[in-house]
């Protein structure tokens, strides 16, 4: 068959232009997607030419999990940047076609990325890496990438390094996403000493006029218990434990933690599953003697700090005195 080239436009009735063939203006044009030509099914006759591919640039199958849809080429727009981060980088030439007489390149990008929108990348980059280091979900880090964002446009923490900031922001967005992190987990992941994520945190509350829960023993039994290899039974028992002693008021001026700990403590002395004061502390995050301070201070009402259901392997009154 004879491909003849020619071009015609139709306009219909409410203005709008489309291509048809003038000997089939009914016949529906199929399109050749590998020479972008538009050809009447009926007669053959190519009508326009030089098409613009609107679909996918590769295959992708159905059977795939990924979360990212391949079929455009080009990153996803950022809405924490300032113009959305949908900037085109023209990359540096090579040939000969791309300098002009006097060597200069002729092709060159009108607009880079401005100071602050590099600044708060970088930012991004190092709360996603330290958010992966300890296994913090997405909303999480979405949440910290706010705070950042704020916290850096109204410049109320100038002198301050972002590390430093990105840090805070993160312990901030844990506490209230409700799963609180130590300054020592976060301090961990990060380049910043505690006491300077400490300073951070408490200016960036102030700065935002903002507040978090206050942390209880609670927020981090299960995690501790899981990580030190404890049945459910000796979460419940430790659990119960450490509120019974807040209630008791037994622990006055005793962070959570160190609370946690001892709980910890006590009820894995209680039960077959005995652990040390430095494998709790190791997990805690406290000193060994942080531990037995606050032992100490719940022994003497240890048989009023168990559940009733509790079983014991050693008795209340054959437990460590410390």
Same mark, same amino acid.
């Given at each position: 068959?004879?491909?003849?080239?020619?071009?015609?436009?139709?306009?219909?009735?409410?203005?709008?232009?489309?291509?048809?063939?003038?000997?089939?203006?009914?016949?529906?044009?199929?399109?050749?997607?590998?020479?972008?030509? !538009?050809?009447?099914?009926?007669?053959?006759?190519?009508?326009?030419?030089?098409?613009?591919?609107?679909?996918?640039?590769?295959?992708?199958?159905?059977?795939?999990?990924?979360?990212?849809?391949?079929?455009?080429?080009?990153?996803?727009?950022?809405?924490?940047?300032?113009?959305?981060?949908?900037?085109? !980088?023209?990359?540096?030439?090579?040939?000969?076609?791309?300098?002009?007489?006097?060597?200069?390149?002729?092709?060159?990008?009108?607009?880079?990325?401005?100071?602050?929108?590099?600044? !708060? =990348?970088?930012?991004?980059?190092?709360?996603?890496?330290?958010?992966?280091?300890?296994?913090?979900?997405?909303?999480?880090?979405?949440?910290?990438?706010?705070?950042?964002?704020?916290?850096?446009?109204?410049?109320?923490?100038?002198?301050?390094?972002?590390?430093?900031?990105?840090?805070?922001?993160?312990?901030?967005?844990?506490?209230?996403?409700?799963?609180?992190?130590?300054?020592?987990?976060?301090?961990?992941?990060?380049?910043?000493?505690?006491?300077?994520?400490?300073?951070?945190?408490?200016?960036?509350?102030?700065?935002?006029?903002?507040?978090?829960?206050?942390?209880?023993?609670?927020?981090? =039994?299960?995690?501790?218990?899981?990580?030190?290899?404890?049945?459910?039974?000796?979460? =419940?028992?430790?659990?119960?434990?450490?509120?019974?002693?807040?209630?008791?008021?037994?622990?006055?001026?005793?962070?959570?933690?160190?609370?946690?700990?001892?709980?910890?403590? !006590?009820?894995?002395?209680?039960?077959?599953?005995?652990?040390?004061?430095?494998?709790?502390?190791?997990?805690?995050?406290?000193?060994?003697?942080?531990?037995?301070?606050?032992?100490?201070?719940?022994?003497?009402?240890?048989?009023?700090?168990?559940?009733?259901?509790?079983?014991?392997?050693?008795?209340?009154?054959?437990?460590?005195?410390?």
């Amino acid at each position: 068959m004879v491909l003849c080239y020619q071009f015609f436009f139709f306009l219909s009735l409410d203005a709008l232009p489309r291509v048809t063939c003038p000997n089939h203006p009914d016949a529906i044009l199929v399109e050749d997607y590998r020479a972008g030509d !538009m050809i009447c099914p009926e007669c053959g006759l190519v009508v326009g030419d030089r098409v613009i591919d609107v679909g996918s640039e590769w295959r992708t199958f159905s059977n795939d999990k990924a979360t990212k849809d391949p079929s455009r080429v080009g990153d996803s727009q950022n809405p924490l940047l300032s113009d959305g981060d949908l900037s085109t !980088m023209i990359g540096k030439g090579t040939g000969a076609a791309s300098f002009d007489e006097f060597g200069n390149s002729k092709y060159q990008n009108r607009r880079t990325m401005s100071s602050s929108d590099r600044a !708060m =990348m970088n930012a991004f980059k190092e709360i996603t890496t330290m958010a992966d280091r300890i296994n913090l979900p997405r909303n999480i880090v979405d949440r910290t990438n706010n705070l950042f964002k704020q916290v850096y446009e109204q410049k109320s923490l100038k002198g301050r390094a972002n590390d430093a900031i990105a840090s805070a922001c993160l312990y901030i967005a844990c506490r209230q996403e409700g799963v609180p992190r130590t300054f020592k987990e976060i301090c961990a992941v990060s380049r910043i000493s505690k006491k300077e994520i400490g300073r951070c945190f408490k200016l960036i509350l102030k700065a935002l006029e903002t507040s978090v829960d206050l942390i209880t023993t609670g927020d981090f =039994m299960s995690r501790f218990c899981s990580n030190l290899c404890l049945p459910k039974q000796v979460q =419940m028992a430790a659990t119960h434990i450490a509120r019974k002693a807040v209630e008791l008021d037994l622990v006055p001026g005793r962070s959570p933690i160190s609370v946690a700990a001892a709980a910890i403590y !006590m009820a894995s002395q209680a039960s077959a599953e005995k652990r040390t004061q430095k494998e709790i502390g190791d997990i805690a995050g406290v000193a060994d003697v942080t531990i037995r301070q606050s032992y100490r201070l719940i022994y003497p009402r240890a048989p009023d700090l168990f559940p009733t259901d509790f079983k014991f392997d050693t008795p209340v009154d054959k437990l460590p005195q410390l």
